[in-house]
Structures are given as structure tokens and as C-alpha cells.
């Protein structure tokens, strides 16, 4: 079974410009969440996608948004990019995030975003 | 307080040294953890996961969580050079809408296994 796929794989922008970021789940994984990692930060929780509804958001800015298509592929959006925002972007998938068993979450390769 | 801790490193052991790494966590109604491995510039790689209170084993790997001690640790026996890589714990916390799909990471373990 494929393992989950990110694009694109490296991105650079500069400041104010905005970017999408492409995740796709293990096949027959609907859930999927979006981690930010930086050095300084660690690994911190953006948002979580669930049959295309969003279900639960980390303390991060509204510049940073998502979406879920029907085929349980997600995409994430930065706006106005600025320079903190440079890092690696993960997506996760799991069966499902009830708190069960099934909420195993496996990690794509991530993008990584440089703001110049 | 952080919500995760991980015990402070960098760890190094020699080889066919038994590696221990400890986690502990704030959240007392926290119902499952997970251990990932990651080596320098690639993604998080998922070793194991226990939900309940004892030990589990997989091949060389064994976790442990004590939901009373709020602590969940993973021994790796017989450790080799491949294993060097930092190790994150990861606690789905709270209940309910608040714990969807949320992992919380600890800062990692930087693990070195010396030949």
C-alpha cells in the first residue's frame, strides 16, 4: 500500500507571497493532519481534516488554513508569507481520529518551505 | 510546564547497548502514545504505539507506559548505529473534539549508538 505523498517536496518564497501544500492519505485513511516543524518549535499541530470537515485547529494564525477533498486529499494554505514561517510541513493520516486504535497517524516526507 | 517532556540528551550507548528513553506527560486522561523515529531530514517514522498500562514489545523495541506515573518510556536493546536518530514521543491528549486527530510531541531525544 502507498504511504502517504506530499508536494511539492521544496518550495521557496518570499515574504507576502502565499503557498499551497498538497497531501495524499494512505488509501482508505480519512483523517488527515498538518504539523509544522522547526528547529526552535518542535513539531506543533495545525489542523486536522476529517470527511472534508475541519474538526480541530492548533494556536496558529489565520493565515494558515486548509481544506479536505471528498477523496480525502488535503491542502493547506499560507497567506502573506513571512519569514518565521520557513519550515517543514507534515501531513499525517490515520483511519480515522476517534481516539481509538484507529488514530495511528503515519507522516509523509513534508515540504520544505524556505521564506526569503 | 511542557505538555510532553522527553529526558534530555543527546543519549549516546555503544553498540549492543540497551537504549532508554523516557517520556512523561501532563494530561492525566491522555489515551494514547506513540513513539516516532526520525533521522536527520526525513519525516517522522512510527516505531510503536500502547494504549494500555504494561509493557509491549516488538522485535528489539519495547514500551512501557505507566498512565498512574503520567510516564511512557522505549527501550531499544541490542542497539545498532542505525538506530542513531532522535527519538520523539507523542501523547493524543484530551477528550473529544479537542483530541481529533492532535498528536503532541515532546522536544525529541537525539540517540547516538557508537560502533
Known amino acids: 500500500k502507498a504511504g502517504v505523498t506530499q508536494t511539492p517536496r521544496y518550495l521557496i518564497k518570499t515574504r507576502g507571497q502565499q503557498v499551497t501544500l498538497s497531501c495524499s492519505p494512505i488509501?482508505?485513511?480519512?483523517?488527515v493532519s498538518w504539523y509544522q516543524q522547526t528547529p526552535g518549535q518542535g513539531l506543533q499541530f495545525l489542523f486536522e481534516?476529517?470527511?472534508?470537515?475541519?474538526?480541530n485547529k492548533g494556536n496558529f494564525p489565520g493565515r494558515f488554513s486548509g481544506r479536505q477533498f471528498s477523496n480525502s486529499r488535503s491542502e493547506m494554505n499560507v497567506s502573506t508569507l513571512e519569514l518565521g514561517d520557513s519550515a517543514l510541513y507534515l501531513c499525517?493520516?490515520?483511519?480515522?481520529?476517534?481516539?481509538?486504535?484507529?488514530?495511528?497517524?503515519?507522516f509523509g516526507p513534508g515540504t520544505r518551505l524556505t521564506v526569503l | 510546564q511542557k505538555e510532553v517532556e522527553q529526558n534530555s540528551g543527546p543519549l549516546s550507548v555503544p553498540e549492543g547497548a540497551i537504549a532508554s528513553l523516557n517520556c512523561t506527560y501532563s494530561?492525566?486522561?491522555?489515551?494514547?502514545f506513540f513513539w516516532y523515529r526520525q533521522y536527520s531530514g526525513k519525516s517522522p517514522e512510527l516505531i510503536m504505539f500502547?494504549?494500555?498500562?504494561g509493557d509491549k514489545e516488538d522485535g528489539r523495541f519495547t514500551a512501557q507506559l505507566n498512565k498512574a506515573s503520567q510516564y511512557v518510556s522505549l527501550l531499544i536493546r541490542d542497539s545498532q548505529p542505525s538506530d542513531s536518530a532522535t527519538y520523539l514521543c507523542?501523547?493524543?491528549?484530551?477528550?473529544?473534539?479537542?483530541?481529533?486527530?492532535?498528536?503532541?510531541f515532546g522536544q525529541g531525544t537525539i540517540l547516538t549508538v557508537h560502533p
Open positions: 507523542a501523547v493524543n491528549m484530551g477528550a473529544g473534539g479537542t483530541s481529533y486527530g492532535k498528536l503532541t
Open positions: 500502547i494504549y494500555s498500562n
Open positions: 488509501s482508505g485513511h480519512r483523517s
Open positions: 499525517a493520516s490515520s483511519l480515522t481520529s476517534g481516539g481509538a486504535m484507529t488514530d495511528t497517524q503515519y
Open positions: 481534516y476529517f470527511s472534508e470537515t475541519q474538526r
Open positions: 494530561d492525566r486522561g491522555s489515551q494514547s
